[in-house]
Every structure is written in C-alpha cells, then in structure tokens.
C-alpha cells in the first residue's frame, strides 16, 4: 500500500498574515494619491497569491482522484487484504474513504479550499477599495472635499454696489 505524505501548506500559515495585512491597508487613510498609486500594486500582490492557491487546491484535488484511483484498485486486486466482504462500489468507496492516506489528502483539500477563499474574499474586498478609491476621486474633481471660499472681494462687491445705484441727481425722481 502507498503511503501518503501531506505536508502542511506553505501558504496556509501566510494566509492569516495576508489576511491581517490587507486588513490594515484597507483600513489606512493615506492620501488620495498615495492610495491610486498603492492599490495596483497590492491588488497584484493578491491577485498572484490567488492564483498560487489555485493552482495548490487543483494540485491537491488531482492527488486525491489518483490516490482513490489507486487505491480501488488495490481494493479489487486483494479484497481480503482490506477485509471486504463483498466487492461493491459503495463498499470500495467506504474503504477509501475510511483509509488514513485519504484522510489526509480530504483535510489538505479541505485547508487548500479555506486558503483559497480566504483569498478571493480579499480580493473582493479591493475591488471595494477600487470603486471607494473612484467614489473620492470624483468628488475631489467635483471639488466636494474644498473650503468654502468668496466669490468676490470686498471691494469688488462695493464697486458693482456703486455701478448699479442710482446717481446722486435722480434720487426720488421717476424715470
């Protein structure tokens, strides 16, 4: 019988770091140019984790159908050997479900899928960040974040005051 070596994701224990990490950036208020000029190169970041994720879950995923493959096989090569009583598929399924080696690979595929996730949450959240990051730009173009500031000048003000008052001379009359 083969035996199976799982070993401990190398991204799992990273995840959790990637995870506290994207939580602080998404939660920093940096400056509106700092943020256009960051978010790409971390959605990147990201995005690259994802798809190594991927690929680890896939990977995972292809051990297991083989391991089952092999595994039915030597099944129905020696049933006593495994103490079957009879030979059906659901019992060969049960046995391989039940044998230490796909135990460990369901729990590695199990733990690949949660990384997995965990990542593409986050990068939904930066997409969020994405489309915040658009929101304030517009309304800094819109200019929504300025100080409310003076149209004219005081003096500007008395000179058109003066230009539409009536002269000294006609006061009074009807025109």
């Known amino acids: 019988m083969r035996t ?87 019992s060969i399924k049960n046995k391989i479900t039940t044998m230490p080696e796909h135990k460990a690979l369901s729990k590695a595929l199990l733990e690949a899928n949660h990384n997995y996730n965990t990542i593409k949450s986050i990068m939904v959240a930066l997409e969020h960040k994405k489309a915040a990051i658009a929101g304030r730009v517009s309304l800094w173009i819109a200019q929504y974040y300025s100080e409310p500031k003076p149209t004219a000048s005081r003096d500007d003000l008395q000179d058109v005051k003066r230009k539409t008052s009536t002269p000294k001379g006609l006061k009074g009359r009807k025109v």
Do not use: C
């Open 4 to 90: 199976v070596t799982t070993k401990k994701s190398k991204t799992s224990s990273t995840v959790n770091d990637y995870a506290l990490a994207v939580d602080s950036y998404l939660d920093a208020e940096l400056g509106l140019d700092q943020e256009w000029d960051r978010h790409p190169k971390v959605v990147r970041k990201y995005g690259q984790l994802l798809s190594d994720l991927q690929n680890e879950k896939e990977t995972v995923e292809y051990r297991l159908k083989v391991l089952e493959a092999e595994l039915d096989l030597q099944i129905r090569d020696d049933p006593d050997k495994f103490k079957l009583m009879k030979i059906t598929e659901t």
